[in-house]
């Protein structure tokens, strides 16, 4: 079920909108258990066809996130190459950089962590989100990290991670915001209607 409908009035600026839809994607989140993560990795494993040899990038779950490291440690199991992103000056895209279980890690911005290997350039991405949609538009926190990265990987699989309580009916989006393949959830993987440009 979609949390609930946010106001679209084109008087509103998109901004307004936004950050309305940010408000109730934190509320809804709250409730969840970010361990649920483990159900997620279930779905997507068995619901997603990742092209063997494909590098796929993840994230270290921030405070309050879904928590996809069991997706990222049976990815890496099953012979994939797993990235992690580095966080660059606001403005560039982000840099994914080679993860291995048990190696260590840097504290990176905003309360998240990133491993120090190589730089690698993801095939399949898991992303995550604040709200989205179903047509697979996603709400994030802001700084455009994942849009600008998206848009320099246009052939790049995009499939957004979140609690199923985080959807919304429809996300405020601008011209910028890169829409998502699919989005991954405790209760299932869901395809979007969107096609990315």
């Known amino acids: ?19 309305a839809a940010r408000a109730a994607a934190l509320a809804a989140r709250a409730g969840c258990d970010p361990a649920w993560g483990g159900q997620l990795a279930a779905h997507v494993l068995v619901e997603l066809d990742i092209p063997e ?34 966080t660059p000056p ?23 962590y990133r491993p120090t290997g ?16 179903r047509a697979g538009h996603r709400l994030g926190y802001g700084a455009g990290y994942y849009d600008r990265t998206l848009a320099t990987l246009p052939d790049a699989v995009a499939i957004g991670c979140a609690f199923a309580a985080q959807e919304l009916d429809a996300v405020p989006v601008g011209e910028y915001d890169a829409p998502l393949h699919a989005v991954a959830t405790e209760r299932g993987v869901i395809r979007c209607s969107s096609e990315r440009g």
């Open 90 to 112: 606001r403005g560039q895209p982000l840099i994914f950089r080679l993860w291995q279980p048990g190696r260590p890690m840097q504290r990176e911005a905003f309360g998240t």
């Open 118 to 133: 190589e730089p690698r350039r993801p095939d399949v991405m898991f992303i995550p989100l604040l709200a989205f949609d």
């Open 1 to 19: 079920m979609a949390a609930p409908h946010i106001i679209s009035d084109s008087s509103i600026s998109l901004a307004a909108r936004k950050k």
């Open 53 to 86: 040899g494909a590098v796929v990038s993840g994230f270290w779950p921030m405070e309050g996130e879904i928590d996809i490291r069991p997706l990222l440690h049976a990815l890496h199991a099953r012979g994939h190459a797993v990235v992690l992103p580095e």
